[in-house]
Structure formats: C-alpha cells, structure tokens
C-alpha cells in the first residue's frame, strides 16, 4: 500500500507523462527508490530526495510531504515558481514582468 507521498508521486508523474526512468534520472536517483517510494508504505524518504522530486515535478516540497493535500498541484506549482521568482535580481524580475504583459495582452 502506497503513502499519501506515493500516491502523490505516482499521479504527478502520470500527469507529465514521466517515466519512473526518466523521473529518476532528473531528480539524480534510482528508479528502484522512486518505486520503492511511490509503492511501499515504509518509505521515509529525506527532505533532500523530496526536494528533489518536487523540483522536477514543478510543485513545493511541502505539497509532497504532508499527508493532507491543503493545494491542488496547481497551487504547489505557483508556490515553487513564486519561491524561484523572489531570488532572482531585480532585473531579471522586470523582464519577466514585461513578458507578462506582453502575453497578458495577446490573451485579450
């Protein structure tokens, strides 16, 4: 029996089209332990191996690891991109925020 974290990990992967291979690869650990970590209910998994996989799965460490899913995926990856945002340099920001507008308006 999976984990609330296996099952979040498994949906995740299928929702992007992720092998455990290439899942593994991307997060730099084996696929053995990423199987081990979305199908046994031991697994314990660090917050590192957890970061890891949430990185490549674009959604907060936080959102895999509690058991009670408090966000969609979508709110965990708004959460992950914000926390990217607030380290870049300021100039960096702007830019961003002129793409923005400039996709905000081809939207209509």
């Not at 296996?6 to 949906?11: A, C, L, Y």
């Not at 046994?40 to 917050?47: E, G």
């Not at 992950?80 to 209509?108: C, D, H, M, V």
Request: hydrophobic share 40%; no cysteine; charged share 35%.
């Amino acid at each position: 029996m999976a984990t609330p974290l296996g099952e979040k990990i498994r949906k995740l992967r299928r929702d992007k089209k992720l092998s455990l291979e290439a899942l593994a690869a991307a997060a730099e650990m084996s696929k053995s332990y990423l199987w081990e970590l979305e199908n046994n209910d031991d697994a314990n998994p660090t917050m590192d191996k957890v970061s890891r996989i949430a990185a490549v799965l674009e959604v907060t460490p936080e959102f895999l690891a509690h058991d009670k899913q408090a966000d969609t995926p979508q709110d965990a990856f708004d959460k992950a991109f914000f926390r990217n945002y607030k380290s870049l340099r300021p100039e960096t920001k702007q830019q961003l925020l002129e793409i923005l507008k400039t996709l905000k308006k081809t939207q209509g």
